[in-house]
């Protein structure tokens, strides 16, 4: 995480990667972090890994969406809209390593991570 505020005693708010933010209103108690699944995962990509194209599939097309490619050291290397539910992307040109794809639109942001063999 990048950022802790507490507002008050006891709500606070975690700032991290991929704009994640989380809150708390119990001051943190009873919480964890950890490696959590999420149902509301809304693209996919395939093949992962892959070596020359992959395809972001996506359930919802959001207003104004887009999706960022990172490098692990969070350095932004692309940058696309989504017009269309499949998006297809030339990456022969990366070199090998794992990426991270983050899906913004009007009111979500969510990740995925892909491996360039």
Known sequence: FYSVCFTD????????????????????????????????????????????????ETTVIPKKGQFSFFTMQGREIITCQITESKTQLDITALPS???FVRLTGDRTVQGEKFVKH
């Open 97 to 99: 390593g794992v990426y």
């Open 9 to 56: 005693a006891n709500t606070g708010y975690l700032g991290g990667f991929f704009g994640t933010i989380l809150k708390t209103t119990n001051a943190g108690f009873g919480t964890s972090i950890g490696e959590t699944t999420s149902n509301h995962t809304t693209f996919t990509i395939h093949p992962n890994p892959s070596s020359d194209k992959i395809t972001i």
